[in-house]
C-alpha cells in the first residue's frame, strides 16, 4: 500500500479534477505484478493502468490482490466503472485505504467487487489518501473546493512595502516551491487590484506540468485589461463581476475569458456563491494568490481553509499585511476572537521558511 500510495503521489498534479489514486497488484506468491496511478482527465484510472502494466509484463491476475488508495469507481464517467475491471481481470482480494465521497461510488464499488465474490479490505493509509486528495473530499461532501491562501511576508508579517513594492521578499527556491502548490490546485484566484497593479501571468513555470490550473479572476466592474499577460496561458479564464459591461464583456470574450455575474447585496461579487459555483466547474483545490483586500475578504466571510505562508528572514516595518479586516465586525477586542489555526508543518525552503496552517477543524467533514 505505500507502493500505491507514493504512485498516487506522483498524480496530484496531473489528475484533477479526478481524485489522485494509486493501484498496486500483488499475485498470489507475493509478487508485484503491476502498479499504475491516475491518468490526465478522460484517461484510464490507477486500477487500469495497473492491470495493464501486468499485462504488458505477460503476468497473469486471477487470484491478485489488488491494493488501491481509493475505493474502485462503479459508475460510467469519462471511463467505465474500475470494480468492473478488476472483477473481470480475475482480482480475487481488494484492498482500499478509503471509500470514494462521490455519491455515484459512495460505497457501491465495493459493494459491486463483494457481489462478485471479490474479497474487500478497506483502511490502510486511509488518512494519508484522505489528504491527498482533500479538495476531491471537499468539493464532493462540501461542494466548494478546498481554499488555500498563499503569501509570502517578512518576519514580521508583511506582504509589500507602503508602496505597494512586494517582488521580491522570499527567495528563488521558495517561488519555486510555490508553483509546485500552484500545480496542484484545480484554479488559481486572484483579484483585479493584482492584475491592474502587477500584470501577472499567474502559471506553472518554474517547475514542470503537464496542466496549467485555470484562473479565476474577482473583478466586480469588470475592468481586467483586456492586454493583461494572463490571457497568454492557453488555459480557461474565468472571470467572476458583480454585473455585465457589455463592451468590456465583449473584449475580455473575445480574449477567451469566460464572464460570470454573481453579486451580493453590497454589489461585489458573492464569493460564497463563486465557490459554489468552482466546485461545479470541477475545481478540488483553489490556490489563492491575492492582495490584502481580496485575501482579508475571503477571511471574513470564512472561506478560508488553509494557509500556506512563505517567512523571509527580513524586518520590514511599515507596510502591507497578509489581509485587510480579516476579522467581521472591525478590530478585536480579545484575543479570544482570533482566527484560531492549527499548523500542519514547518520547513525551510532556502533561506526562507514555509509554513501550513490549517483553520482549526475544518477538514472535519
Request: aromatic share 4%; charged share 25%; with cysteine.
Amino acid at each position: 500500500m505505500l507502493l500505491a500510495f507514493s504512485l498516487a503521489q506522483e498524480a496530484s498534479t496531473t489528475a484533477p479534477p479526478n481524485p489522485a489514486v494509486g493501484c498496486v497488484i500483488v499475485a498470489p506468491d507475493g509478487r508485484m505484478i503491476g502498479s499504475g496511478h491516475t491518468q490526465r482527465t478522460g484517461g484510464p484510472h490507477a486500477e487500469v493502468m495497473a492491470l495493464r502494466d501486468a499485462a504488458a509484463r505477460g503476468a497473469s491476475t486471477a487470484g491478485a490482490t489488488a491494493f488501491v488508495t481509493l475505493e474502485p469507481c462503479a459508475h460510467h464517467g469519462r471511463t467505465g466503472p474500475c470494480c468492473d475491471a478488476l472483477v473481470e481481470a480475475g482480482i480475487r482480494r481488494v484492498v482500499a485505504s478509503i471509500a470514494d465521497p462521490n455519491p455515484k461510488v459512495a460505497g457501491q464499488g465495493f459493494e459491486r467487487l463483494r457481489a462478485a465474490g471479490v474479497e474487500v479490505e478497506v483502511g490502510p493509509l486511509a488518512m494519508e489518501a484522505r489528504e491527498l486528495n482533500l479538495g476531491f473530499f471537499s468539493r464532493m461532501v462540501r461542494q466548494i473546493p478546498w481554499v488555500r491562501l498563499k503569501a509570502a511576508a517578512s518576519i514580521d508579517g508583511k506582504t509589500a512595502l507602503e508602496n505597494g513594492t512586494s517582488q521580491w521578499i522570499t527567495g528563488e527556491r521558495a517561488r519555486a516551491d510555490g508553483h509546485a502548490w500552484r500545480a496542484r490546485a484545480g484554479a488559481i484566484l486572484t483579484g483585479v487590484g493584482t492584475v491592474i497593479e502587477d500584470d501577472p501571468r499567474l502559471d506553472v513555470r518554474l517547475v514542470e506540468t503537464v496542466r496549467q490550473p485555470s484562473l479565476v479572476i474577482v473583478d466586480s466592474r469588470l475592468q481586467t485589461p483586456p492586454d493583461a499577460r494572463l490571457f497568454e496561458i492557453g488555459r480557461p479564464v474565468w472571470i467572476y463581476a458583480a454585473a455585465r459591461d457589455e463592451a468590456k464583456a465583449l473584449a475580455l470574450e473575445a480574449r477567451g475569458a469566460t464572464i460570470s455575474c454573481l453579486a451580493n447585496a453590497d454589489g461585489k461579487v458573492d464569493l460564497a456563491a463563486l465557490l459554489a459555483d468552482l466546485a461545479r466547474r470541477e475545481v478540488n483545490e483553489l490556490h489563492v494568490e491575492a492582495g490584502h483586500k481580496l485575501n482579508g475578504s475571503l477571511m471574513r466571510e470564512g472561506l478560508v481553509d488553509e494557509i500556506l505562508l512563505y517567512l523571509a528572514p527580513k524586518f520590514i516595518g511599515d507596510g502591507l499585511g497578509i489581509a485587510s479586516r480579516p476579522h467581521a465586525g472591525g478590530p478585536l477586542t480579545a484575543l479570544d476572537e482570533a482566527l484560531a489555526l492549527e499548523f500542519r508543518s514547518f520547513e525551510a525552503i532556502g533561506p526562507d521558511l514555509r509554513i501550513v496552517a490549517r483553520v482549526a477543524g475544518r477538514d472535519k467533514f
